[in-house]
DNA sequence: AGGAGTTTGTGAACGGGAGAACAAACTGAG
DNA sequence: CTCAGTTTGTTCTCCCGTTCACAAACTCCT
C-alpha cells in the first residue's frame, strides 16, 4: 500500500481538470514573474479564466497546498503542478511531417521552454531530408523507430497531410510512442493504451461559424420577437 | 411564430453537437469523393470515430433526415449539416500576427476549401507590410477596423506573440468581430456575446505528457501490485 | 488569550452529455 | 397483403463536471 503511489492522494485526476493544470501553471508562472510570492483562488482564477470554486477543486485533487486564511504560496503551487503534470522533466518529442505547420511548430519557442524537446523532424519527401530547421536537420520518415528507441520518445506529433496520417500514426504507435497531438484533420484509429489528441483549425473556425450565425439569427429573431412581444 | 426561426426544429443544439457536426460532414465529404450514395448511422459513425448511438442523436437535433430501414443519403445529410453550422456561404477572415504560425495558416488549403477565406493577414511589423503571403499582402495592424468594416468580418483569428494577444482581441472587438480563434498562449477577456476558442499547442502537449507519465507510473505500480496480490 | 475577518477544502445539489435499449417506420420477398 | 428484417429516432438511466454554500483553519488585532 505505501508502495503503490508515491503520495496517498486519490490518484485519479479528472480530465477536465488535467485539462486545466497547464492553465494555472502558466497563469502562477505569470505570476511569479511579476513578483507575486501568494495568491489567493479568487486571484488565481481569474488570472486563468475560470470560477474559483471550481480551481479549489481541481486543486484539492492534487493534494492541500494552500494555506486557509492565506493562499497559496505561489512557487510552491507551481512546483507541485509542473510535478504533477510531469514538466519537470523533459519530454523528447518527433515532429512529422514538415510543411508549414511542422515549420512553424519546429520553431515554436513555447515547447522548449516548457519541458519539450524536439529529437527529430521527419519527413517522407527526399527533398526536405538534411535540411536544417530550427536548428534539427530534417531525416527521412524511415528513421522513426531507431530515433523513438535511441531517445525513449514517447510523444509524436503528426502534421502530415490527412491522407498520409493514419500510416504515420500506425508507424509511431509500432515503433513504441504511447501520445500523439495530430494536426491533421483525419479521424485516427489508435489500439487502447495510446492517447490522441487532435487540433483541427477547419473544424475550430465552423464551430465559430455556427455561432455567428446563430446570434446573427437570434439577432434577427429577436428584432421580430419586440413587434410581438 | 412562423418567424422565430426557419424551420421548426428545437434550436438549441447542445454544444457537444455543435463540436461534432465539423467531423461528420468531412466524414460525408470523404464517403460522396468514393462513390457512397448512402450510409447507416454505424458506418458513418465509424468513420467519424464515435459512437452510432451519439452520431443518431446528434443528427436528430437538426431535423430527421434519415430513412428508416435505409440510413442516410449521403448528398442530402451534407447538405443539411453544411447548411446548419453556417458553411453553405462563405465566411471572410482576418489573420493578426505573420510569424511562423501566421505563415502556416495563411497557407493552409483547409480554410479556403471549406468555405473561409482569408481577406487580410495584418501585422504589427512595419518590416512585414506589402510582404505577400499565400497571395494576399500583409497590412498594417492599423488597417483592421477599415478591413472589418469593409468585408463585413465577423472571424478574427489571433497567431501573435502572448504579450500583443489581448490588445489584438480588445481592437477586434471594438471593430466588431464576435468570434475570435485565438493560438496565442494567453487568457483572453471579452465581452459576453463575444466567442473566443483557443488553440495552445504546449497546452495540448502537457496534458499528453500527463498521460505519459501516468501510464509509465501504473506501469510501475501494477508490477508491484502483482507482488502483493 | 480571544474574537473578528479571511480563505481554503469539501459536501451536496444540479445540469448536461453518453450510452443502452426499444418502439416506430421503412424495404422487400413471398 | 403480410411478415421478416433492417435502421432510425427517442426515451431512460447513469455518470461526469460545475456550482453553491459552509464548516474548518489560519492570521491579525486588541
Given at each position: 500500500m505505501s508502495a503503490?503511489?508515491?503520495?496517498?492522494h486519490a490518484r485519479d485526476i479528472p480530465e477536465a481538470t488535467v485539462a486545466r493544470l497547464p492553465v494555472y501553471l502558466r497563469a502562477l508562472i505569470t505570476l511569479a514573474e511579476q513578483g507575486t510570492?501568494?495568491?489567493?483562488?479568487?486571484?488565481?482564477?481569474?488570472?486563468a479564466g475560470v470560477n474559483s470554486a471550481k480551481l479549489r477543486k481541481d486543486l484539492s485533487y492534487l493534494g492541500s497546498y494552500g494555506t486557509?486564511?492565506?493562499?497559496?504560496?505561489?512557487e510552491y503551487l507551481r512546483y507541485q503542478i509542473a510535478r504533477e503534470i510531469g514538466v519537470t522533466q523533459d519530454w523528447p518529442v518527433v515532429i512529422v511531417g514538415i510543411g508549414n505547420l511542422g515549420h512553424a511548430l519546429a520553431n515554436y519557442s513555447g515547447f522548449r521552454s516548457r519541458g519539450f524537446r524536439v529529437v527529430a523532424l521527419l519527413d517522407a519527401d527526399p527533398?526536405?531530408?538534411?535540411?536544417?530547421?530550427?536548428?534539427v536537420d530534417v531525416r527521412p520518415f524511415d528513421e522513426l523507430e531507431g530515433i523513438v528507441v535511441e531517445h525513449s520518445v514517447a510523444i509524436g506529433v503528426i502534421a502530415t497531410p490527412a491522407v498520409?496520417?493514419?500510416?504515420?500514426?500506425?508507424?509511431?504507435?509500432?515503433?513504441?510512442?504511447?501520445?500523439?497531438?495530430?494536426?491533421?484533420?483525419?479521424?485516427?484509429?489508435?489500439p487502447d493504451g495510446v492517447d490522441v489528441r487532435k487540433v483541427d483549425l477547419s473544424i475550430e473556425l465552423q464551430i465559430l461559424a455556427y455561432h455567428v450565425q446563430r446570434k446573427a439569427a437570434a439577432g434577427l429573431a429577436g428584432s421580430v420577437e419586440e413587434d410581438s412581444a
Open positions: 503503490r503511489t508515491s503520495n496517498d510570492m501568494t495568491c489567493s483562488s479568487e486571484e488565481l482564477a481569474t488570472a486557509r486564511g492565506v493562499g497559496y504560496d505561489v527533398g526536405m531530408h538534411d535540411e536544417v530547421v530550427a536548428g498520409a496520417a493514419q500510416d504515420v500514426a500506425d508507424r509511431m504507435v509500432e515503433a513504441g510512442i504511447t501520445s500523439i497531438l495530430n494536426f491533421a484533420p483525419t479521424v485516427l484509429g489508435v
